[in-house]
Each structure stands twice: as structure tokens, then as C-alpha cells.
């Protein structure tokens, strides 16, 4: 099941009676507001809110495939782009890695040869969960 992260907030609410010595209603208002600070406050209740929306957490997956004889292993998380590249080089090799979201979410891996990739030829296909 695919998870996701969100900064919720707590917004609670809690009451202590403050007295105070004003000459009208408007000074004993500021006056309390002004002391409230000072007290501790049991709170009674709480509302949540979630602040700046949700996210999904993508998680950490690998690629390993044999190549020339030689076996190769990348691990990478997922990003949230529809089309993304990233590239590694391992045992002398070097090679692009492509996702491009589609029906069937399979990420393929082509050998750069002189910084080019040989995008004619796939060394490696597979799906991947995101």
C-alpha cells in the first residue's frame, strides 16, 4: 500500500478564569490577554488541520541486471516527475536510466557510450511501484 506524508497541525484550545482590576470592559479584556501568559491552561479540546497538503513518500527500489557478464545493481527512489533520467557507472560501465509514466511504469536502463546514451538498444526493463 503506498504511503504518504503531511505535517498535520494541532490547534487546541484551553481555558483558565483570569480576574482583573479595570475601569471598563475593553482595559479588563487587554489586561487578560495581556496576563494570560502567565497562567497554565488545562486544555479541554483540539481541532487538526493539515498544513501545506500531502505527499506521497515513494520508496527506495533497485535495479539489478547482468550486462557483458558482469552483474549490476542501482538502487534509486522514484521521483514524482512523469518523465525523469538519472545515470550511474559501475564496473567500468556507464549508463542512463529512464522512466516515463505510463500504462506499464517500467524503467529502462541504456549503456552511454562517448556520453551518449544508446537509446536504440534497452539493456534492462522493469516495472517499479510508485
Known sequence: MPKFKGTVCRISY???E???EADNEE????????????YE???KSSDYSLDGGVQ???SK???????Q???????FTPEEEEDWWTSFNQNGYEFDVHYLEDEDNEICVYLVVDGKSQTQ??????KIVL
Do not use: P
Not at 69 to 75: M, R, V
Not at 121 to 126: A, D, G, R
Open 14 to 16: 484551553g481555558f483558565h
Open 18 to 20: 483570569i480576574e482583573v
Open 27 to 38: 482595559q479588563a479584556i487587554e489586561k487578560m490577554i495581556d496576563e494570560a501568559g502567565n
Open 41 to 43: 491552561f488545562s486544555e
Open 56 to 58: 506521497r513518500e515513494l
Open 61 to 67: 527500489q533497485s535495479l539489478n541486471f547482468s550486462y
Open 69 to 75: 557478464g558482469k552483474n549490476f545493481n542501482f538502487e
Open 121 to 126: 538498444e534497452t539493456i534492462h526493463k522493469q
